[in-house]
């Protein structure tokens, strides 16, 4: 998945945009609508290898993110 965040003054996230990708996919396009946002933060979030450890019982996926102001 894929998604893009408009942050705003109080640290609070809206999405603007988001979509599903195929595993196939090498490239997304996100769509950046008229916001007072100060920051925006596009994500990428993927499956992985299942990794255990011993707070929250493991985890088996990868988030990419990215910020941008504007």
């Known amino acids: 998945m894929v998604s893009l ?6 640290a609070r996230a ?9 595993s196939s996919a090498r490239d997304a396009t996100l769509n950046v609508g008229p916001t007072s946002a100060a920051a925006y933060v596009a994500e990428l979030r993927y499956p992985g290898v299942y990794f255990l450890e011993g707070e929250t019982g493991g985890i088996c996926g990868r ?3 990215a910020a941008f102001a504007k």
Not at 14 to 22: G, Y
């Open 63 to 65: 988030t990419i993110r």
């Open 5 to 10: 965040y408009a942050i705003d003054s109080e």
């Open 14 to 22: 809206t999405v603007l945009d988001s979509h599903w990708l195929p």
